[in-house]
C-alpha cells in the first residue's frame, strides 16, 4: 500500500530557530499534500493545502510567513517552522494521496516538536 | 465538506463488534463517507470509505443508510488495538481535502 514517511519523529529546537519537518510519499507521486497540526487532546486542524509545482493554499488563520511549504517534487513536501516560539510546539503531520487512485489519503507518522 | 456527528466516547469488549454510528444528515451527491483512526501520537489511519454502497475490506465493514444521511462502521471482532479515536469524514469533489472533527474514542476492554 501507500506509504507516507516523515521525518523527523521528534524534534527540540530553541526559541527563535526554524525546523524543516519533511513529508516524502514513498512508492507513489502525490500532487497534493496536507499539513495538519494537533494539540493535546485535540483533533488534527488542517493548515494548509501543498501543490507540486504551486504556492501552498493556507487555511485561514496559519500565518503563511511562519510555516513555510514547498512541494518542489511529486514526492516530497516540506513545511519550515520559522522563528520557533513555545506555542508552536505541536504535533506536525503530513498526508497525501495518490492523485491517480480515488483511495484514502495516507498519512505520516508525525512530528513531535518542541521549542524551549 | 458535510458535517458529521459522532458519539464522543464508545466501549466495547474484546472480541465483540463495535459499532460506530456517524451522522452526516447534509452530505452531498457526490461527497464520500472516509473513516479513519488515530492511535495515540500516531498519525491517522485510512479504515475504509464509501459512496452509497455497503463496503467491507479486511479491517472494516462500512453501512450506509439508503438516505446516505447516516452511516455505521463496524468493527466485527474488536481487540485491544483497536482502541483508538475514529474520525468519519464526508468529503468529496475533485481536489478534496480531509476536515477532522472530534471522532469518537473507543476503548475497547478486555
Known amino acids: 500500500g501507500a506509504v507516507v514517511s516523515q521525518h523527523p519523529s521528534r524534534v527540540i529546537c530553541k526559541s527563535g530557530t526554524s525546523v524543516k519537518i519533511e513529508c516524502r510519499s514513498l512508492?507513489?507521486?502525490?500532487?497534493?499534500m496536507f499539513w495538519y497540526r494537533q494539540f493535546p487532546k485535540q483533533s488534527l486542524m488542517l493548515m494548509a493545502t501543498s501543490n507540486e509545482g504551486s504556492k501552498a493554499t493556507y487555511e485561514q488563520g496559519v500565518e503563511k510567513d511562519k510555516f513555510l511549504i514547498n512541494h518542489a517534487s511529486l514526492t516530497l513536501s516540506t513545511l519550515t517552522v520559522t522563528s520557533a516560539h513555545p506555542e508552536d510546539s505541536s504535533f506536525y503531520i503530513c498526508?497525501?494521496?495518490?492523485?491517480?487512485?480515488?483511495?484514502?489519503?495516507?498519512f505520516g507518522s508525525g512530528t513531535r516538536l518542541t521549542v524551549v | 465538506d458535510a458535517k458529521t456527528t459522532q458519539p464522543t466516547s464508545m466501549d466495547c469488549a474484546e472480541g465483540r463488534a463495535a459499532n460506530l454510528p456517524c451522522n452526516h444528515s447534509?452530505?452531498?451527491?457526490?461527497?464520500?463517507v472516509y473513516w479513519y483512526r488515530q492511535i495515540h501520537s500516531q498519525g491517522p489511519q485510512y479504515i475504509i470509505h464509501?459512496?452509497?454502497n455497503n463496503e467491507t475490506n479486511e479491517m472494516a465493514s462500512l453501512i450506509i443508510t439508503e438516505d446516505r444521511k447516516s452511516s455505521t462502521l463496524i468493527l466485527p471482532h474488536a481487540t485491544l488495538r483497536d482502541t483508538a479515536v475514529y474520525y468519519c469524514?464526508?468529503?468529496?469533489?475533485?481536489?478534496?481535502?480531509?476536515?477532522f472533527g472530534k471522532g469518537t474514542l473507543l476503548t475497547v476492554n478486555p
Open positions: 512508492d507513489f507521486q502525490a500532487t497534493t
Open positions: 469524514i464526508a468529503t468529496g469533489g475533485s481536489n478534496y481535502k480531509l476536515t
Open positions: 498526508s497525501a494521496r495518490e492523485s491517480s487512485i480515488n483511495y484514502g489519503y495516507t
Open positions: 447534509t452530505i452531498s451527491g457526490n461527497e464520500y
Open positions: 464509501g459512496l452509497k
